[in-house]
């Protein structure tokens, strides 16, 4: 009995400490865990991985806690461990969010110059190109985050596919007229897929959504009112659904594949001829299916007005949880991760916005390098709205309607543009 | 007469025996303890709350702020709320009202003692014993546009990216999934039925219609009546394979699921409690109903 009772006190009071030890990033020592979390992308998992062990062999009192989120959890996960103060000390998460949800909740702590090495939040702006800073913003002014990916969108095609239809790829695809013509030359040389859009989730939808919505000037919502009605916003979803089934044809869309965890898996295995790209994407194929990576060129995304080129950006940023205890230590990390873009750049195709980047010898062992600059040079990012991930819904749903049921387009949008009201007024 | 020693110790026998059993009632309601306090803790404890947050809205990142009830105004005018209930409705009528019926008419064809009838049991139950995450994913392949269900029917249909068939690919997945279940309550109920009830029908010479419509479906009403219960509740509780094969899209989305986008995705906990207390009152309504309407037939 007496063995018993002594085992039970044993086993409290470890439970007791480990509860403690739990509680506690900081040791008495000095030792300092810092938690952060990010998507799931294996060959960035692989450089984080590696800039973590020498981060951690220069500072053998701090631990960096590493985690990957799947993606389509990872907002979902993110949002509810903040909220419960379970959240990781530095998030790694993209511009939508940020802007829809992070900051304007006030989750975030800005930047902190000093741990960044720097005497203002000026000098840390005036590292990276105008603009590419837009995405972690705040309305207030405040810079909440450094980016560790900065995406353009640029059109990869099938080199070889174009050779059986007899097309030049070499000859630029300007207009989506263009795209047309060459994905019909391509149909009838049996290549199907020609192109098509990525049917995944509802941030697939409303990012290819608007990257057709930059090019016609248009806008999902004026205020709370939803502007998917508006004339611009009517004619990128018809250029959707008459690429996809209408007119203008050039891929079956239920033939697409819809594996969420895995895009672009057409365009990888050489399925699909044609697929709007974006830097990361192209890495992906590279190391997924190199024998059709050496088939694919990227080429600009063609446009809808050659006079004024419009594509869509966006960002990935390394934020700090602003309930964080280790505010100071995760900026010096977030400092480390953004000292290393080369590493990035090699490793993973991410490029990080600095200054220069571009003449940088790791960017100029990206191939189509510059393609991606250009990419860059006429991106803008998405417009983002109170409750998104609502209206990534609603856009869903609009083009589903459109595209897979037949619905006409004015109908489809002005449903959608109904919804949209409702969720920023409700 | 009882003698006054006879009273005497059955009386004190009585009281020790009463003394024991509440020895021993408290003792199992101490073992019950830890269970209760768990389920108190983890069941009754957030459904309370649910109640509660029904009237805020909160955010999850900002604290609640008491709106009354504007949650429910709201949900009652909102066409996405009121399209997932009626997509429920037709996913737990059109999936468990066939899977019933064809699980009575297994059960009494599966209940014949013939060679192979256990490994013919088995294949039905086999359903059954996959998740239903793992069911939706096998069935995505046959559910595709060159899959095993369009070659079979030879048909051309989209399943899963129509709004004209989507509703019907679940219902169809769902129906050859759940039949094994209510197999099992119901080759359960006719093995407990006297098989001497059926030998003096036969004897009187009523037919094997008669005999089913006439006392084996009355002597397995209970059987029925609890399958009934649980097929509105897994009906109404649905959410896995839609979320696995459609994420709601093309007129699937069910109550359960437009809880979990408006709690998790959209973080309004506030609306997705009011709609969790609507489908509270209406599942606890829909058994009622049919507990009183079993209680009437007993």
Known sequence: ?426 | MVSPSFTTRSSGSRSRGAASRARRSLAGFLFAVPALALFLLFAIYPGVQVFGLSLFDYSLTSPPEFVGFDNFAFLSSDPRFLEALGQTAFYAIGTYVPALALALVLAQALSTRIRGMGFARLLYFLPLAMSWVAVSIIWRVVLHPEGLLNEVLQLDVNWLTSSASARFALVIMSIWKETGFFLILFLAGLSAIPPEVHEAARIDGAGAWRRFWSMTFPLLRPVTAVCAIMAILRGMQSFSPQAVLTDGAFGTEVINLFVYKTAFESARMGRASAVAVLMFVLLLGLALVQLRALRRKD
Request: proline residues 5%; contains cysteine.
């Open chain 1, 1 to 426: 009995m007496t063995t018993q009772r002594t085992l039970a006190a044993l086993a409290t009071a470890s439970l007791a400490a480990a509860a403690l030890a739990g509680c506690s990033a900081s040791g008495g020592d000095g030792d300092v865990t810092v938690s952060f979390w990010t998507h799931t992308h294996p060959p960035m998992i692989e450089v984080y991985e590696q800039l973590i062990d020498e981060y951690e062999d220069a500072n053998p009192n701090v631990t960096i806690d590493y985690q990957t989120i799947p993606n389509n959890e990872f907002n979902t996960k993110m949002l509810t461990s903040l909220s419960n103060g379970s959240g990781p000390d530095i998030i790694n998460m993209d511009d939508s969010a940020l802007r829809g949800d992070y900051i304007p909740k006030g989750l975030l702590a800005p930047v902190d110059p000093a741990a960044l090495g720097e005497s203002s939040t000026d000098d840390v702006v005036a590292r990276y190109v105008e603009g590419t800073l837009a995405g972690a913003t705040g309305d207030d002014g405040e810079l909440y985050g450094l980016p560790s990916e900065f995406n353009g969108t640029a059109l990869a095609i099938n080199v070889a596919h174009f050779e059986d239809a007899g097309l030049d790829p070499d000859a630029p695809l300007e207009t989506w007229d263009d795209l047309v013509e060459a994905g019909q030359a391509l149909i009838d040389a049996g290549h199907t897929q020609a192109f098509s859009f990525l049917y995944l989730h509802s941030g697939w939808y409303s990012q290819q959504f608007q990257t057709l919505l930059h090019q016609t000037g248009g806008s999902i919502a004026d205020g709370d009112e939803g502007a998917l009605d508006s004339p611009e916003a009517v004619e990128a979803l018809r250029w959707w659904a008459d690429l996809a089934g209408g007119d203008k044809s050039v891929a079956d869309p239920n033939a697409t594949s819809r594996e969420a965890t895995v895009p672009f898996q057409d365009l990888a295995t050489g399925t699909q001829s044609m697929a709007i790209v974006y830097p990361w994407s192209m890495d992906q194929i590279a190391e997924t299916n190199p024998d059709t990576y050496a088939d694919l060129k990227v080429v600009p995304l063609p446009q809808l007005d050659t006079a004024s080129p419009s594509s869509r950006v966006y960002a990935y940023y390394w934020a700090v949880n602003k309930a964080s205890k280790q505010q100071e230590e995760s900026w010096k990390f977030v400092q480390f991760l953004s000292e290393h873009s080369e590493d990035f750049l090699a490793g993973t195709d991410f490029v990080q916005p600095l200054v220069g980047w571009q003449e940088s010898s790791a960017a100029q062992e990206i191939p189509f390098i510059d393609t991606w600059g250009a990419a860059y040079a006429t991106g803008k990012f998405d417009q983002v709205t109170p409750h998104y991930a609502e209206v990534q819904d609603a856009i869903t749903e609009m083009v589903n309607d459109a595209v897979f049921d037949g619905v006409p387009v004015e109908d489809a949008a002005a449903t959608a543009s109904e919804a949209v009201t409702r969720i920023l007024q409700g």
